[in-house]
């Protein structure tokens, strides 16, 4: 019998979610080479069979090719390579780029979930939070 993944109420407006989610860092990127397509296909089918409803991705990591594996609803920005060195943004320049490009990568028309992977500190949180959120609904100044 497979086991279930507890699920959590959200709000007040009867919207649930499952208790844990899956992260997939280690699926394209980090913690050794990325994984066999095949396989990891497989756990994501396991864990969404299991309850899970969230996967945790980003557009660092692979870099892109996680975006392009789960083609889903969430990811992240705020981290980037350059010349093979890790760079943080939160500029709207960047906000908006970085969420035009996971759009297309995903193949969706919005982001569920559109969080920061990392604090820009030389950019004030309230102007990458309010680019973010016109990212998220696809508007932007």
């Not at 692979?62 to 093979?84: M, Q, R, S």
């Not at 759009?103 to 969706?108: D, E, Q, S």
């Amino acid at each position: 019998m497979e086991a279930k993944v507890r699920r959590i109420k959200l709000g007040t407006q009867g919207l649930e979610a499952s208790a844990e989610g899956l992260g997939c860092m280690s699926m394209s990127a980090f913690y050794g080479p990325p994984k066999p397509e095949p396989e990891m296909i497989n756990l994501i089918h396991h864990a969404i069979n299991s309850g899970v409803t969230f996967l945790d991705t980003s557009d660092v990591y692979g870099p892109h090719a996680n975006e392009i594996l789960l083609g889903k609803l969430a990811t992240k920005f705020g981290a980037c390579f350059v010349d093979g060195k890790m760079e943080i943004g939160g500029g709207p320049a960047y906000v908006r780029a970085a969420c035009e490009a996971s759009l297309k990568r995903l193949r969706w028309d919005c982001i569920d979930l559109y969080h920061l992977h990392r604090v820009d500190t030389k950019v004030p949180i309230e102007i990458t939070i309010t680019f973010t959120v016109y990212a998220r609904i696809g508007k932007f100044f």
